[in-house]
């Protein structure tokens, strides 16, 4: 079974920290991804990785960055946390390749609130 | 425009009712992929199904049942003799080459589908 893990279920921090999120996953996936799902909108893509060290800005990256140094683990930064980016956050993997048609499997979820 | 509509916010049946989530999708490729994801109250989106466009036949994995039509753009779930464990969040998910690679899901709003006992 694809297993797909983030560091924290809740997470509540003040405006303007850094705030990191971890993700990893245990399949050797290539491709991992980072969404931010709020009632209504459904999941909207933060960014995604390829392969180590490599990145693609999705739907929605502003005030987000991220960094993949290895294989098994995208990290999520907000650089400085507003109380607009107060979401549910999920992360993702797929198996191959930067055009993959792999299915997508998700972890637990992070629901960050910025207070 | 690459889109995926959800037209059901929630749902709400009593236990051993069948229910039927709707899906429309717009795209314009040709190649494209549709999928629906279950998210429980634990919060984890779970993987149901995946059908590419040139495959319409419905599946049926026990009580599920998709009906994919083209002709509709349509990519509907039924539950038949819904269950409380049922009870979740359905999302369905679009992706293809317009709406930037394959490996992009576009998501619907998501269906809220409540089973009373």
């Known amino acids: 079974d694809v297993k797909v893990t983030q560091s924290s279920r809740y997470l509540v921090k003040r405006t303007g920290e850094k705030v990191f999120l971890e993700c990893v996953q245990d399949?050797?996936?290539?491709?991992m991804f980072w969404y931010r799902q709020d009632p209504g909108l459904g999941l909207r893509l933060i960014y995604f990785?390829?392969?180590?060290?490599?990145?693609e800005k999705g739907d929605i990256p502003e005030g987000y960055s991220v960094s993949r140094e290895k294989k098994e683990r995208f990290s999520l930064i907000l650089e400085s946390a507003s109380t607009n980016q107060t979401s549910m956050y999920l992360c993702?993997?797929?198996?191959?390749?930067?055009?993959?048609?792999?299915?997508?499997?998700f972890g637990p979820g992070t629901r960050l609130t910025v207070l | 425009a690459q889109k995926v509509t959800q037209a059901q916010t929630e749902i709400s049946v009593v236990e051993k009712e069948d229910v039927t989530l709707d899906c429309v999708y717009e795209?314009?490729?040709?190649?494209?992929?549709l999928f629906w994801y279950k998210q429980p109250p634990s919060g984890e989106l779970v993987f149901l199904i995946r059908?590419?466009?040139?495959?319409?036949q419905n599946e049926i994995s026990g009580r599920y049942s998709w009906n994919f039509q083209k002709s509709t753009s349509s990519f509907n779930f039924t539950i038949t003799a819904s269950q409380v464990v049922d009870s979740a969040v359905y999302f369905c998910?679009?992706?293809?080459?317009?709406?930037?690679?394959?490996?992009?899901?576009?998501f619907g709003a998501g269906t809220r589908l409540a089973v009373h006992p």
């Open positions: 993702a993997s797929s198996r191959t390749g930067r055009t993959s048609t792999d299915t997508q499997y």
């Open positions: 399949m050797d996936h290539e491709n």
């Open positions: 990785s390829y392969d180590v060290k490599m990145k």
């Open positions: 795209t314009r490729d040709t190649t494209y992929y």
């Open positions: 059908r590419n466009s040139f495959d319409e």
């Open positions: 998910a679009l992706s293809g080459l317009n709406s930037g690679g394959y490996n992009k899901l576009i």
